[in-house]
């Protein structure tokens, strides 16, 4: 069973410049789930996405959007980059038909702002 | 709000000595309760949950852990060290309403000394 896919693993971007990150749930799971990975603020949760609708949001600026395919397929996209968004940016899914399944997660992007 | 603490952002331990990471949890509602591993340039990888099943919780690697309602703890232990458990673990905690918002603790990076 192929695990969760992030693409690209790595990204250098130049501020003002946006981003698309894309993520593939294993096989089955309809909850993907955003995060991000600062050595500052730790892991912190950016959105999750079930059936294609936005279930649960991070205390992120607008500039953080995500979507949800039909196919349970996810991206983020952050416009107008910032030096502050150089980060790893991890997708987790899960099959989430019952509390407290787990996460399943990728081995992330590592987005470098310059 | 949840939340999780973790005491000793760094634990240096011998080989083949006992592996003691703390966490204490903060939840209005009964807690679904994770301790994940990174490995470097890797995404998390799930050791063992707590879904209110049984307090001892047995996970992979030879990783257990207690869940105790009344000190609101969830420390992670393995009797033996092995150089291939140096890594960052994190401890988390979600909801038990369906919420699949993950909040993590800052991690705690161990190493073991040979």
């Known amino acids: 069973k192929a695990g969760v896919t992030q693409t690209p693993r790595y990204l250098i971007k130049t501020r003002g410049q946006q981003v698309t990150l894309s993520c593939s749930p294993i096989?089955?799971?309809?909850?993907v789930s955003w995060y991000q990975q600062t050595p500052g603020q730790g892991l912190q949760f950016l959105f999750e996405?079930?059936?294609?609708?936005?279930?649960n949001k991070g205390n992120f600026p607008g500039r953080f959007s995500g979507r949800q395919f039909s196919n349970s397929r996810s991206e983020m996209n952050v416009s107008t980059l910032e030096l502050g968004d150089s980060a790893l940016y991890l997708c987790?899914?899960?099959?989430?038909?019952?509390?407290?399944?787990?996460?399943?997660f990728g081995q992330g992007t590592r987005l470098t702002v310059v | 709000a949840q939340s999780v603490t973790q005491l000793g952002s760094h634990v240096s331990v011998s080989e083949g000595a006992l592996v003691l990471l703390r966490c204490n949890y903060s939840?209005?509602?009964?807690?679904?309760l994770f301790w994940y591993v990174q490995y470097p340039n890797q995404g998390l990888q799930l050791l063992l949950k707590?879904?209110?099943?049984?307090?001892l919780v047995k996970g992979i690697n030879g990783f257990e852990a207690e869940f105790k309602k009344s000190e609101t703890s969830f420390h992670l232990t393995k009797p033996s060290a092995h150089m291939s458990d140096a890594a960052e673990y994190f401890c988390?905690?979600?909801?038990?309403?369906?919420?699949?918002?993950?909040?993590f603790g800052t991690g705690t990076r161990l190493t073991i000394i040979p």
């Open positions: 939840s209005s509602v009964p807690p679904y």
């Open positions: 987790a899914s899960s099959f989430a038909a019952i509390a407290g399944t787990e996460a399943f």
């Open positions: 096989s089955g799971h309809r909850s």
């Open positions: 996405y079930f059936s294609e609708t936005q279930r």
């Open positions: 707590y879904t209110s099943a049984a307090t």
């Open positions: 988390a905690v979600s909801d038990s309403g369906g919420n699949e918002k993950l909040t």
